[in-house]
């Protein structure tokens, strides 16, 4: 998926203003290639003498218009990267007809008058002084004009849908007219002896036919049909939705919007967006703790209507945010409250989490009427993601992180965090010894003894503590639900990932560590200091029923000699084999397999990283037959399996991944378990 500046809210940054630079001399010295330099030759199109301003004119808009189809069709770039004109029909019919004087007049618009003024043209110098004194004097009477400005605001509209058109026939009658008038450009000038020199020649056919090939495979790769079924119907629609809300706009066009349904999103986009992974949405659950407790749709966040506000700070106008009540009511309101702060991404869940249980949950066999084979199928897929246990399946990572992911944990950059440094809602954890985070660290971090999320349970030592008391520790730090909390390891990154299994024990969803730990940031001779924050502490929500992920002795036995469950042992390969041991008994489970965590691992300049995802990808492909497989990791005392867990679940996206906590030290201490040395 390519990502825009737009897209990213990044047009304020030195990237966006050198692409835009690079862009704009492109631009011009295509212009003055052109002949756009010249004010006589451009008002020669009101003479019918020169008519390179149609021919440039229809050339650039159809080169963007099939480009920006084949794209939006291959589903390579989403409408939400894109920012579209609002169309207010008032003020861009008199500006179209002050432009149109003013061309007429001068023989210059805004850009041929740079271009002329870079060729040294004194009109275009006037021209350019001109534009520049009516535009303080808009800003100075805009009191005045604005019913004008706002005049027939409608919102985002396209006239292919106002025409009742698909997208691909539009684009191809659109085509067939841009090259009739290159063939009546051509001829108008023939005849006035002034040009006209591709007229009825090999090359004006050979470039029409091909602009007519490659607007006609449009039809072939949107897949135009005339009939869909209501699923597809819903998601067709949903690009064009969302490109509406996404254009900011005035009041009256934030109306148009909800009455297009432009600020909605179906329970169907929704169950899809989920069920890939989509980093780039954030689901927001606005009921009371309780009822979140109760149920909630998978991934989503429980955040209170007073604390929208502070809480989406991080996410405004970034992404999609995504809020559902129980009906439509209480989402709506908070909505038009969040519009009105300046959040542009806010959505509401279409019929709220009723009608996404009635759509996406509801059995088949319990339909009133019968449902194709695909739709069928497609239900039963979100029933198993949103209602069974997450260790039957785990929806996969975003592909890339150059922000933080805001569903699954991830790896974020040092760049990212030295520019997001002091954002609300982010904490940030030191694991390092207290001593080196005395000496040094990030600035606002939390000190955190990762053997401080361990203990004795179940008569196992350096288990996992209980929900519970990790909400302690959680509510000790100040860590709120809805913070991001970014965990920073020194030399093992299994120090961060057994703090994200704390973390996934839960639930809490906005989880990355950061790439290369403190080691690398300190390396970029990035910022520390050695104060200690001021904490305010929380009430952080314990739930056991967050935990899916985690299984004992039993289920592991169970699954031993199922061939289609991988366990794996992540200890150095001599613990494995046996030659070494450090627990009551030496060897491994039957059947398992060993891919020692530190293999997952390198170091660079002092600092410990994972290696390139598609290398990772390469070496477990050769363990574990598909991403569906049910993968069982475990180590000596879950530890080292955390970080392999952290691989596959969230760097690799397989599916079904579970943690056998208690490790070779409770299977090796139970006499009546089975175990296997090598040789």
């Not at 218009?65 to 989403?78: E, F, H």
Request: proline share 5%; with cysteine.
């Amino acid at each position: 998926m390519i990502e825009t500046f737009f897209g990213l809210d990044a047009l304020g940054t030195p990237q966006a203003f050198f692409a835009a630079f690079a862009i704009g001399l492109a631009f011009g010295f295509i212009l003055e290639r052109a002949g756009f330099g010249s004010s006589r030759r451009l008002a020669g199109i009101f003479y019918f003498r020169d008519m390179a301003v149609v021919k440039v004119m229809f050339s650039a808009l159809i080169t963007a218009m099939l480009g920006l189809c084949y794209l939006l069709a291959l589903g390579w770039i989403s409408p939400d990267q894109l920012f579209f004109m609002p169309t207010v029909y008032g003020a861009q019919m008199v500006g179209g007809l002050l432009f149109g004087v003013g061309f007429v007049m001068s023989g210059w618009c805004p850009g041929t008058g740079v271009v002329g003024l870079a060729s040294g043209k004194l009109d275009a110098l006037i021209f350019l002084v001109g534009t520049l004194l009516g535009t303080i004097l808009f800003n100075e009477i805009f009191a005045l004009v604005k019913p004008l400005y706002t005049l027939g605001d409608s919102g985002v509209r396209f006239i292919f849908e106002t025409m009742g058109l698909s997208r691909a026939v539009f684009a191809f009658a659109f085509t067939t007219v841009a090259i009739l008038c290159f063939w009546g450009s051509e001829l108008i000038e023939g005849r006035k002896k002034a040009g006209g020199l591709y007229f009825n020649t090999p090359f004006l056919k050979s470039y029409s036919l091909g602009l007519l090939v490659i607007a006609g495979g449009l039809f072939i790769v949107s897949g135009d049909s005339p009939a869909l079924s209501v699923a597809a119907s819903e998601r067709a629609a949903a690009p064009l939705a969302r490109s509406r809300y996404a254009s900011p706009g005035s009041e009256s066009a934030l109306l148009q919007t909800i009455a297009h349904g432009g600020d909605h999103m179906g329970s169907i986009e929704l169950a899809d967006r989920l069920l890939r992974g989509d980093a780039d949405l954030l689901l927001v659950d606005i009921r009371t703790p309780a009822e979140y407790a109760e149920f909630h749709i998978r991934s989503a966040v429980n955040i209170q209507l007073p604390e929208l506000p502070e809480s989406l700070h991080l996410y405004r106008n970034k992404g999609m945010v995504v809020l559902y009540s129980n009906g439509m009511t209480h989402a709506a309101q908070a909505r038009d409250a969040l519009a009105r702060l300046g959040f542009q991404n806010v959505y509401i869940l279409t019929d709220g989490l009723q009608g996404f249980i009635e759509t996406c949950l509801k059995p088949v066999s319990l339909r009133s009427e019968p449902l194709p084979d695909d739709l069928a199928q497609e239900i039963n897929q979100w029933r198993q993601f949103f209602l069974y246990p997450a260790a039957t399946v785990n929806r996969p990572p975003t592909e890339t992180l150059g922000q933080p992911a805001m569903q699954l944990p991830g790896l974020v950059e040092t760049t990212w965090l030295a520019e997001n440094l002091r954002q609300s809602g982010l904490k940030i954890i030191d694991l390092r010894t207290q001593p080196e985070y005395n000496t040094r660290h990030i600035p606002g971090s939390l000190f955190l003894s990762v053997e401080s999320l361990r203990g004795m349970v179940g008569g196992v030592p350096s288990m996992l503590l209980p929900a519970q008391m990790l909400a302690l520790h959680m509510s000790q730090m100040g860590i709120e639900p809805s913070d991001l909390v970014l965990l920073v390891y020194g030399e093992k990154p299994m120090d961060a990932t057994l703090a994200g299994m704390a973390l996934e024990r839960l639930g809490h969803q906005k989880v990355a560590i950061l790439s290369g730990g403190f080691n690398q940031w300190a390396a970029e001779n990035l910022p520390t200091d050695n104060a200690l924050p001021a904490v305010s502490q929380s009430r952080y929500p314990a739930a056991d029923s967050m935990d899916h992920f985690t299984v004992d002795h039993a289920t592991v036995l169970g699954f031993m000699k199922d061939q289609r469950t991988v366990i794996l042992d992540v200890r150095p390969s001599e613990f494995y084999q046996g030659k070494k041991s450090d627990e009551a008994r030496a060897g491994h489970i039957p059947g398992a397999l060993n891919r020692p965590f530190s293999e997952d691992l390198v170091k660079v300049e002092g600092a410990t990283l994972f290696k390139p995802v598609d290398e990772l990808a390469a070496a477990y492909a050769a363990l574990i037959p598909s991403k569906e497989t049910r993968v069982i990791v475990h180590c000596r005392t879950g530890h080292q399996a955390s970080q392999t867990f952290f691989v596959l679940k969230r760097l690799l996206g397989y599916r079904q991944v579970l943690w056998y906590d208690a490790g070779w030290t409770e299977w090796a201490a139970r006499p009546e378990l089975p175990i296997e040395k090598d040789g």
